[in-house]
């Protein structure tokens, strides 16, 4: 789990999010309303959702972040962990201790697990429209 979670309020510009994701040398920002997370943004996000259409700079990252956010309890097991990130289709969980944001585990984090490639494809099949596991030939 990484613990310094990057946070900033839904209402926050794209722009200002990707200038905070450079300061703090991130990929994901988490969206917090309230005490509560309320959205995810990747790099990826702002590359594909943002940048490629043409969008401008001044819109709300609310638009752009993927929601619900998927939480996890600190004392989660990897396997546990990993299974819930295939439930979901998410390659990030959010870790709250009660009402604390207290970390994010990411795909790439369960790495060392051993469980990362069985995970990894898990999740891509899950994550992507059919259309992509389409059956090849004939």
């Given at each position: 789990m990484t613990?310094?979670?990057v946070t900033a309020a839904p209402d926050a510009t794209v722009r200002e999010i990707a200038e905070l994701m450079r300061e703090r040398n991130v990929g994901s920002v988490v969206?917090?309303?309230?005490?509560?997370?309320?959205?995810?943004?990747?790099?990826?996000d702002l590359t594909v959702?943002?940048?490629?259409?043409?969008?401008?700079?001044?819109?709300?990252?609310?638009?752009?972040?993927?929601?619900?956010?998927?939480t996890a309890e600190p004392e989660l097991t990897i396997q546990d962990a990993g299974e819930l990130?295939?439930?979901?289709?998410?390659?990030r969980l959010v870790v709250m201790a009660g009402?604390?944001?207290?970390?994010?585990?990411?795909l790439d984090d369960l790495a060392s697990s051993g469980?990362?490639?069985?995970?990894?494809?898990?999740?891509t099949r899950a994550a992507l429209p059919d259309f992509y596991f389409h059956a090849r030939g004939g």
């Open positions: 613990e310094s979670v969206l917090v309303e309230d005490g509560k997370p309320v959205g995810f943004l990747t790099d990826r959702s943002v940048l490629a259409t043409g969008r401008p700079g001044s819109d709300a990252a609310r638009e752009f972040a993927s929601s619900p956010v998927i990130m295939v439930r979901h289709g998410v390659r009402d604390e944001l207290v970390g994010v585990v990411a469980l990362v490639s069985e995970l990894s494809a898990r999740v």
